[in-house]
């Protein structure tokens, strides 16, 4: 971007990528994560986390993915597009965790004793636990999804799970997951992911423009005010108004970023998206 030398930075501190350099870990995150973790660890079924639209679900998602990769003592499955039919999703699972395709025209219980065999006991035999990792879960249309997740929470030994369960997404997914009563039963692990308040908003900015290699403040105590009121303390919303004031504040050549300057970025990005 072409303020970036302008404020003295590295990179652009407010893109809305998945770069988990720039992970704020809120308190609220850190008890998410902490929640998910828990479940991992402990092998059990399942975990659901919920938040409105860019509270930092997917960048939570994505440092957790981060880990696991990591540890030889996991095989994670990340699903990122949920519009799937019951049998893409269980093709999927075995196709990321085997790193090869099911045979051609496998379905329904055959490809249940497909997974069963080829990539639940055979990662228990490798001492290595699947996890899988549905985002955006709240888009799943087809009920029947649920249930064959459901399915695979069957298989256990020794009184734990051969895998486990991660939902992620909106809230709506609360209000499907509830009109299943057995796999409401075996996701007992719930998060959820508020809004920043004022003091959080100002600590997120602070993180990412010190990762993006700002020494300086930037933002003037009453701009962050302002960019708390009107992002709603949505991540995603303010990382929308502090990129283009750090723009106009370029155009302008402002030393700081006053509350002045936020209100004026803030009204031209309403007026955008109306």
Not at 39 to 54: F, P, Q, T
Not at 144 to 170: D, P
């Amino acid at each position: 971007m072409m303020y970036e030398k302008y404020w003295k930075l590295k990179e652009n501190p407010f893109q809305n990528s998945l770069d988990t350099r720039f992970l704020y870990q809120s308190s609220e995150y850190e008890e998410a994560y902490a929640r998910l973790n828990y479940c991992i660890e402990g092998k059990r079924g399942g975990a659901v986390l919920i938040g409105e639209y860019g509270t930092g679900k997917s960048m939570l998602c994505q440092a957790l993915l981060e880990n696991l990769n990591k540890s030889s003592q996991y095989l994670p499955t990340y699903i990122f597009y949920p519009r799937l039919s019951p049998q893409e999703f269980l093709k999927e699972i075995f196709t990321q965790t085997r790193k090869c395709s099911p045979p051609e025209n496998i379905e329904g219980l055959d490809l249940i004793h497909l997974l069963e065999k080829d990539v639940l006991h055979r990662a228990r035999d490798e001492n290595r636990h699947p996890v899988v990792i549905i985002d955006e879960a709240h888009l799943i249309r087809n009920i029947e999804v649920f249930e064959e997740l459901r399915l695979l929470l069957n298989f256990q030994s020794e009184g734990q799970f051969l895998l486990t369960l991660i939902f992620i997404g909106q809230l709506p997914l609360i209000e499907k997951i509830n009109q299943l009563k057995q796999l409401k039963q075996r996701l007992p692990i719930r998060s959820r992911l508020n809004h920043l308040d004022k003091i959080e908003v100002g600590k997120y900015i602070t993180h990412r423009l010190a990762v993006a290699g700002n020494k300086e403040e930037i933002f003037s105590s009453s701009a962050i005010g302002s960019i708390s009121i009107r992002s709603k303390g949505i991540p995603r919303n303010i990382n929308n108004i502090c990129d283009m004031a750090l723009l106009a504040g370029f155009g302008k050549k402002s030393q700081r970023i006053d509350r002045k300057l936020i209100e004026q970025v803030s009204q031209d990005l309403e007026k955008a998206f109306t």
